[in-house]
């Protein structure tokens, strides 16, 4: 006779402990002692132990990243977003909403706003700045899809390095919603121009490594044989944010005459005065 694994019943007056409450993306609670510590069953563990080989670690990475810029979303709360500022934490909400409504302003401070949303500046604002041109709606984009992908961005920079990080990603992105908004060139923009524009400016120094072309060239990096010695940082971030579109699948329902525009190059951040100054 097989003997079964059996949890014990709990009351269902006894009190939740605080991080049972706390635990994120939570859909449900039983009467269960699992959720007290206890362990679960043999046959639970050999399946969580067999799914957890076959997901990577970068993915595992990338989801946890997700949820914590989702805390106190309400896409967890089975109700509608209506802008993106319920990506940010609630205590932060009324601040960092005064100064979305400055976004166009030259003087925008970016580094207060990083501070208000925890870090997480580059997806708040590029978010918001997607819903203010109405992207969001033109290109029926899916905002989980599109959540994902500017967690993505926004993971694959790294925050060691003093500049070229996350927040002076944000800084540009932010610069260029200004620049789309200037009387001679809002007039005659279309809305591939100002997707494109605003993720070339959030991805125009992804996966920086902190150094420059020079130093990679002289120190035989992969990355200069790679693109053999020729704009190799600039190579590096647009295939960086090309892979991310295509992995995110952002763009994955649109007609594939417009997703190659990506392909042929719409977003390659060469600049040749910068390749001359280096060489």
Known sequence: MEVCYQLQVLPLDRPVPQHVLSRRGAIRFSSSSALFGCPNSPAALSAQ?????????????????????????????????????????????????????????????????????????????????????????????????????????????????????????????????????????????????????????????LDHPGVNQPFLIKTNHYLATLYKNTSVLENHHWRSAVGLLRESGLFSHLPLESRSHLDRGDLCLEDTRHRHLVL
């Open 49 to 205: 132990s067999e799914t957890e080989v076959s997901v990577s670690a970068r993915n595992i990475r990338r989801l946890l990243s997700f949820q914590r810029s989702l805390r106190s979303s309400r896409f967890f709360r089975g109700t509608a977003v209506s802008n993106s500022l319920n990506i940010l934490d609630d205590d932060d909400n009324g601040q960092a909403k005064c100064m979305l409504e400055k976004i166009g302003n030259w003087n925008f401070d970016i580094f207060l706003f990083d501070r208000l949303t925890n870090g997480n500046s580059l997806v708040s604002l590029t978010f918001h700045l997607f819903s203010l041109h109405g992207l969001i709606e033109y290109f029926h984009l899916d905002m989980m899809k599109l959540c994902r992908f500017l967690v993505m961005i926004q993971e694959d920079y790294h925050s060691q390095n003093p500049y070229h990080n996350a927040g002076h990603a944000a800084d540009v992105t932010q610069a260029m919603h200004c620049y789309l908004k200037e009387p001679k060139l809002a007039n005659s923009v279309t809305p591939w121009d100002i997707l494109l524009s605003l993720i070339a400016a959030a991805t125009h120094v």
